[in-house]
């Protein structure tokens, strides 16, 4: 332990719900990594989704936070599934400073026929559709927005595809997640989810050693890279994947820790953690706005029990209107 803490300075250690970006010069890497304990456990908990879904949502909301608290601007960032599998929509987005919130949809008999049938990894629950990403920064700016194949493929391949196809830069990806065991105050014993990601960039300084496509019409226009991987960035691949899942999730181990463990013989420079929070970007008057926009047909329908009642999908809040509210002009 002194060891690690004479690498990592001052810094200490981040802790659960906290992502950590960090550098490794020698390797011209950078990237971020993180453990999320109570947060995601109160996404995942407050559904009470059957575990294959949780395990996925899991997987969606940890790449949201990587990638999410990396913007520079104020906005939203969002990750999103629509594929015709059990589990057809996936969604979690990322508002700065911190909020994050995420959200499934998924078909109960397809599910339960799916598992019965063996067919429970990832990518058969999934199925065939697209992984989008969307960067929105407010009524002022076009959103951005990139989408890549679902293609029987883990959600780290197709987000490294996505790096690589749409952004050109080389990345590696990694996440875990796992259920707990423990005990409360209580001694009661209960289960709890976590789970951990990493994301590692290639970004040396000197741009002639990024790996570039070729152009259409040379020899690599089979959409291949010319360039021979460079020798950092295949050091950094490999060690990357070496990453044991357990690690990910494991509250002994940390984010710190696992960056050490990692790096430690190149030399890794840990920046101060930024806090993420199960935050909801719902509110009474926001969804009074929706309703507002829906036809006198649309607003007898809604009414139930002479109420009209939301429930937000991302945090469960219920939200109830008179009908003379959302009719008034």
């Avoid at 993420?276 to 047909?297: H, M, N, P, Q």
Wanted: proline residues 5%.
């Amino acid at each position: 332990m002194q060891d690690l803490k004479q690498q990592l300075g001052e810094l200490g250690f981040a802790g659960d719900d906290m992502v950590v970006p960090f550098q490794v010069d020698a390797l011209d890497v950078r990237g971020r990594t993180v453990q999320l304990g109570p947060l995601l456990d109160a996404i995942l908990s407050r559904h009470d989704y059957p575990e294959p879904v949780a395990r996925l949502l899991a997987e969606v909301v940890v790449l949201t936070a990587l990638i999410g608290t990396s913007l520079k601007f104020e906005g939203k960032f969002t990750v999103q599934t629509k594929s015709d599998g059990p589990v057809d929509l996936l969604v979690a987005d990322f508002s700065t400073p911190d909020a994050l919130r995420g959200y499934a949809r998924f078909n109960e008999e397809a599910l339960e026929a799916a598992v019965a049938a063996g067919k429970s990894a990832p990518e058969d629950l999934l199925g065939r559709g697209v992984l989008a990403f969307t960067i929105d920064q407010g009524s002022f700016m076009q959103p951005y927005q990139g989408i890549v194949e679902l293609d029987g493929s883990s959600l780290e391949m197709i987000a490294m595809g996505y790096f690589r196809q749409s952004e050109q830069i080389p990345t590696a990806v990694r996440l875990g997640v796992a259920k707990l065991l423990d005990r409360d105050d209580d001694g009661q014993p209960r289960e709890r989810w976590r789970a951990g990601g990493l994301v590692a960039q290639f970004l040396p300084e000197e741009a002639g050693r990024m790996r570039q496509p070729d152009l259409h019409g040379g020899d690599g226009d089979d959409g291949t890279l010319s360039h021979a991987p460079d020798d950092a960035w295949t050091e950094a691949q490999a060690l990357v994947e070496t990453i044991d899942l357990d690690e990910m999730t494991d509250p002994e181990v940390g984010a710190e820790r696992l960056l050490y463990r990692l790096f430690h013989e190149r030399g890794v420079t840990v920046y101060p953690a930024q806090g993420v929070y199960d935050r909801c970007s719902c509110s009474r008057d926001r969804i009074l706005g929706v309703l507002k926009g829906f036809t006198a047909e649309e607003v007898d329908d809604s009414i139930e029990d002479g109420k009209i009642t939301v429930t937000c999908e991302f945090c469960s809040t219920p939200y109830v209107y008179t009908p003379d509210e959302v009719r008034e002009d």
